[in-house]
């Protein structure tokens, strides 16, 4: 069942997403309670069926469920959502259910228990592929499983973060020719 | 010796260069040549001292350099450079000296044998850390050991690489209340 009116994205395109370094939303489901948390440290580590590399804090309460669960959502915000990722960033699921605190939606994904966020112009279902770097570093490997677009977020702005509270959100678009994928 | 016009930046500041997610220049130096290559796969794993993973494609000419040396420099370049860092990118260091051919120019560093680009604005001079996700993922553990940033180039707009020679550049700056470092 296709979550409502998200899109099927190519696996092969899901780098374009993170490359770019937006600030993402990282959703976990445990014991059939969701959370969320905001993350920017994440890279794509190979192109197609797309790894993702992330650190998640040990203090995070995120990382008992990805460690659990073995499994995770990454949703990319727009600019319209800026505070609302402040918001989750600086508040933590041990106390709160961020998804009504914060006024986002969790969706059922289709390959994982962890919510899709139905306010996200992007959505990539994942697996927990490799630990091996968990106990030295936080350092997750992550395989992207599906990806969901909504078609209605067009040309979506995304934020990067500078630290504190300080985001550079995208500006104009510059295209020059080049080989490099 | 600093490198000329080249500023001291604390170590502990260096994480909000590269959280947001730019394109960035890679140097390495081997039996004395240097070499140059466009990576935009880097992601912060620690703040202090500076964690740095990167993945470096074992088809890059600088991979070998990067392995033997266990040194180089990431150089963040603003949207000036955008198209020097294209050409960088789409040619191979094994056929031409990328320094002469796309008029960037080495400064010696001060605690590697790889040069500084004096036309990026940051230059974070790195160690190779941990190796031990090389052989499956190419994927680096880079400690920062010294960083500079040009005082000169006042609030470079970055670029973020979203696939076939398309950029994102910097747009606004929005500051939210926030508790997160």
Not at 61 to 85: D, K, M, T
């Given at each position: 069942?296709?979550?409502?009116?998200?899109?099927?994205?190519?696996?092969?395109?899901v780098?374009?997403?993170?490359?770019?370094?937006?600030?993402?939303?990282?959703?976990?489901a445990?014991?059939?309670?969701?959370?969320?948390?905001?993350?920017?440290?994440?890279?794509?580590?190979?192109?197609e069926?797309?790894?993702?590399a992330?650190?998640?804090?040990?203090?995070?309460?995120?990382?008992?469920?990805?460690?659990?669960?073995?499994?995770?959502?990454?949703?990319?915000?727009?600019?319209?959502?800026a505070?609302?990722?402040v918001?989750?960033?600086?508040?933590?699921?041990?106390?709160?259910?961020?998804?009504?605190?914060f006024?986002?939606?969790p969706?059922?994904?289709?390959?994982?228990?962890?919510?899709?966020?139905?306010?996200?112009?992007?959505?990539l279902?994942?697996r927990?592929?490799?630990?091996?770097?968990?106990?030295?570093?936080?350092?997750?490997?992550?395989?992207?499983?599906?990806?969901?677009?909504?078609?209605?977020?067009?040309?979506?702005?995304?934020?990067?973060?500078?630290?504190?509270?300080?985001?550079?959100?995208?500006?104009?678009?510059?295209?020059?020719?080049?080989?490099?994928?």
């Amino acid at each position: 069942m296709p979550p409502a009116k998200m899109k099927d994205l190519p696996l092969s395109k899901v780098y374009r997403l993170l490359e770019p370094g937006p600030v993402v939303l990282l959703t976990t489901a445990r014991r059939g309670r969701a959370n969320v948390m905001t993350m920017s440290w994440h890279m794509m580590v190979e192109f197609e069926p797309p790894l993702v590399a992330c650190v998640v804090s040990a203090a995070n309460h995120s990382f008992a469920a990805l460690q659990a669960a073995g499994e995770c959502v990454i949703a990319v915000p727009a600019r319209r959502l800026a505070r609302q990722v402040v918001q989750v960033g600086n508040s933590s699921g041990r106390r709160i259910d961020k998804f009504a605190a914060f006024r986002l939606t969790p969706l059922p994904a289709e390959r994982v228990r962890a919510p899709l966020i139905a306010e996200c112009f992007a959505n990539l279902e994942c697996r927990v592929a490799d630990r091996r770097m968990v106990n030295r570093y936080n350092l997750f490997i992550l395989e992207v499983v599906k990806a969901w677009i909504d078609p209605a977020q067009r040309n979506p702005r995304t934020i990067h973060h500078h630290g504190y509270g300080r985001f550079v959100v995208d500006g104009p678009t510059i295209k020059l020719k080049s080989a490099m994928r």
